[in-house]
């Protein structure tokens, strides 16, 4: 749910629930608080729509079961007020294109040589598809935040790769709190 939803909510929520409760014999004493800000954080338009080549692969080493290197990405972020620059930054990576293989998911890819791709997190682990990844708050560096992954290729859950090409796409969502 972003900002905009979660705050047309909470109104609705309050203009139906105090109404009844300001009827009480108890009487309610209400305080509001908040910052009004003209802008909201950005996906970087460098981070959208990336590609991302992984170099030096091997076909007989992938067949061996050896994973390609990790080739680094990140997504920026900008444009946030100072209030968000203080917000917990939670990101969603989003896909139904999944293979699992004992426990791990990999993204499937389109294209003859039937590799997965392995999204890995700031600490080489494997992200979680579909599920919150929580950042804290990412410091700012040169008016931008940067959160950094990895990308490898593996080979598929039976059988082998095979020469070609491959590609694949993801959706993400980056969330303050």
């Known amino acids: ?7 047309n909510w909470v109104f609705y929520l309050l203009l139906f629930t105090f109404p009844a409760l300001a009827y009480s014999e108890e009487g309610l004493d209400m305080k509001f608080r908040g910052e009004l800000v003209n802008t909201a954080c950005q996906v970087t338009t460098e981070s959208l729509n990336q590609k991302i080549k992984i170099y030096n692969l091997r076909l007989k080493t992938i067949n061996e079961g050896i994973p390609s290197a990790t080739e680094p990405f990140s997504i920026f972020i900008e444009k946030c007020s100072e209030t968000d620059l203080k917000k ?21 890819t389109q294209g003859d040589s039937g ?6 997190d700031k600490d080489d682990s494997l992200i979680v598809w579909n599920q919150q990844i929580n950042f804290g708050i990412v410091p700012e560096v040169g008016n931008t935040q940067e ?24 959706t993400f969502t980056v969330e303050y709190e």
């Open 115 to 120: 590799v997965l791709l392995g999204i890995t």
């Open 1 to 7: 749910m972003n900002r905009k939803s979660r705050l």
């Open 88 to 108: 917990i930054i939670k990101l969603t990576w989003k896909s139904n294109k999944l293979t699992n293989i004992d426990g791990d998911s990999f993204l499937n």
């Open 147 to 170: 959160l950094n992954f990895g990308v490898f290729v593996r080979k598929p859950k039976s059988g082998d790769a095979k020469t070609g090409d491959f590609l694949a796409s993801v």
